[in-house]
Structure formats: C-alpha cells, structure tokens
C-alpha cells in the first residue's frame, strides 16, 4: 500500500501479469458500505476483510 495525501490511498494487487490499483479517498467521513465492499472485492483489490484487518495492523490506518 502506497500512501498519496493529495489524493487517497493506492491499493495495488496482483492478478498473474495484470496488476489491479484501487484508490481509496482521504477524507473525513465514512466510506460507504457498497464502495468499501467494491474496493475489497475481486474486481479490483481481492483482499477481502481480513486482508483489509491485516493491513490495518501493518501500517495503523
């Protein structure tokens, strides 16, 4: 995970030979409950809940 101030957070992935990046806002508030299961899913990062657990962990968001 690369973290952008400007902009949000770059989730990247990799599928085999594609590599998947989601960008996750940084703003106050909230993600909503649809988006937040968008970004976790298989079309775009495919870390799940507890990647995202992990992750949490690993770097204190």
Known sequence: MHG???HGYA???RFGE???I???PNR???IPKGT???I???KQTGIGREGLLRLIEK???
């Open 11 to 13: 989730l990247r992935k």
């Open 36 to 38: 937040l299961s968008a």
């Open 22 to 24: 989601a960008i996750i």
């Open 4 to 6: 952008f101030r400007r």
């Open 28 to 30: 106050p508030g909230d």
């Open 40 to 42: 976790l899913g298989p």
């Open 59 to 61: 770097y204190g968001l």
């Open 18 to 20: 594609r590599t998947r």
